[in-house]
């Protein structure tokens, strides 16, 4: 158990609608990590946040949105699903943002049909 | 985005040494390599990191050459549960952040 914890598990949802994804990061992690891995593109870095501002910004689409909390757990809203939205979303959290290994959740898969 | 570049996969007898080799030839001077591997749709899970000295833990040795342009991780004595993806990632330091990029990774299978 990595102490990030990702809700909910699963989920299934029609083309079009919206979504959000829950991270809650390890206790005393500040800086949180989203990640899309879909079957035919692997692990692609979408967003960090630390301590509640934006600090990098990956391969994630305009129809996607995260924020975090000041409480630090991390949401990840995808809006206008489309079939090719389907993957595992993962939630990682470090430390800071520098030089420290991160840790990961188990992920939410989601099923866009 | 990937800055390395490791073998798709990789057979280990169970017992044995499992050595995992990652080239990252554009590796600039602050970036560290780091080692994460994920089993079967599980969350990555991280093994060692290293920026220019070899490293050991509990789980694995980082062998980082002398001039940063590949490393190896060894798994001393691989079990069946080492059968997983091993990723090798370059730590980018940007402006604004931090960022994992992870690559195609090795699939390494553990034989008994």
Not at chain 1, 74 to 79: A, F, I, R
Not at chain 2, 29 to 34: A, C, L, M
């Amino acid at each position: 158990d990595s102490g990030v914890t990702q809700t909910p598990k699963h989920l299934i949802t029609a083309t079009g609608q919206r979504v959000t994804l829950r991270c809650s990061p390890r206790s005393g992690d500040l800086s949180v990590y989203w990640y899309q891995q879909s079957l035919d593109q692997g692990l692609q870095f979408l967003i960090q946040y630390y301590n509640g501002e934006e600090r990098a910004k990956g391969n994630i689409l305009e129809r996607f949105s995260a924020q975090q909390f000041p409480d630090l757990h991390s949401e990840l809203n995808l809006s206008s699903l489309e079939l090719g939205d389907s993957a595992l979303y993962f939630c990682a959290s470090s430390v800071e943002a520098g030089r420290t290994e991160a840790f990961f959740g188990q992920g939410t898969r989601l099923t866009v049909v | 985005d990937a800055k390395t570049t490791q073998p798709t996969s990789m057979d280990c007898a169970e017992g044995r040494a499992a050595n995992l080799p990652c080239n990252h030839s554009t590796i600039s001077g602050n970036e560290y390599v780091y080692w994460y591997r994920q089993i079967h749709s599980q969350g990555p899970q991280y093994i060692i990191h290293g920026l220019k000295n070899n490293e050991t833990n509990e789980m694995a040795s980082l062998i980082i050459t002398e001039d940063r342009k590949s490393s190896t991780l060894i798994l001393p004595h691989a079990t069946l549960r080492d059968t997983a993806v091993y990723y090798c990632i370059v730590r980018v330091l940007t402006n604004t952040g931090n960022q994992f990029y992870f690559g195609t990774g090795t699939s390494l299978t553990v034989i008994p």
